[in-house]
């Protein structure tokens, strides 16, 4: 709880908290691109499998992700 009080009154994210959440941010794009790769290989092997409304599923879920790469292309400006 001491650490929720600590972070609840920094003014900014500090530089360590700021690459945990590059490193997460890179993760959750791994994880997103694997999931991908293993709805397909399913698709390809069961013809039963319905991956539409996964994918639906799956703008809804990676909405957050799409707000991340936003955000994170504009703090870094053009290149």
Do not use: C, F
């Amino acid at each position: 709880m001491h650490y929720i009080t600590k972070w609840k009154t920094a003014g900014t994210i500090t530089n360590d908290d700021e690459q945990l959440l590059d490193e997460l941010y890179h993760l959750a794009k791994r994880l997103d691109d694997r999931m991908d790769t293993v709805e397909r290989l399913v698709a390809s092997d069961n013809p039963d499998y319905r991956p539409a409304k996964l994918m639906h599923d799956r703008d809804v879920d990676n909405q957050q992700l799409r707000e991340l790469d936003r955000l994170i292309a504009e703090k870094k400006g053009p290149q």
